[in-house]
């Protein structure tokens, strides 16, 4: 999303509370019934294991929008080591792409190609 070492600690840190959208691609199809068990758990809570530098931690509020049985849309906020490939992990899926789309207002433009670049000015730039 940035080239900008510090801007991009600063962004993804977990203190800095600054929510995060991803657009994944799941190994294993979910039915709708196991969409709605996802949503609910990844909401109310899960414990993520211990991941290499990674402790154990528990993280809530996880935001799920479905595209299709394989594909969603992810908003996490807390920003813990890997924790959108734990957090399908810990039920039993597993993360076969994964990309930043968002973070706070910011959206990546749809029709910007893989490689690509956009420069976004001050004014347009604001965290949320």
């Not at 039920?91 to 789309?101: F, T």
Request: contains cysteine; glycine residues 4%.
């Amino acid at each position: 999303f940035t080239t900008n070492g510090s801007f991009n600690n600063y962004i993804t840190a977990e203190k800095s509370q600054i929510s995060k959208t991803y657009y994944v691609t799941l190994k294993n199809s979910v039915s709708k019934d196991e969409q709605l068990f996802y949503e609910n758990k990844l909401k109310s809570g899960i414990w993520l294991e211990a991941e290499k530098k990674a402790e154990k931690a528990f993280v809530e509020n996880q935001k799920i929008s479905w595209e299709r049985e394989q594909t969603c849309f992810f908003t996490i906020e807390q920003g813990i080591f890997h924790q959108v490939r734990r957090s399908f992990a810990s039920l039993g899926n597993e993360v076969e792409e994964l990309h930043r789309v968002k973070i706070g207002n910011l959206e990546l433009p749809e029709d910007l190609n893989l490689g690509d670049v956009k420069i976004f000015s001050r004014d347009e730039f604001e965290i949320s």
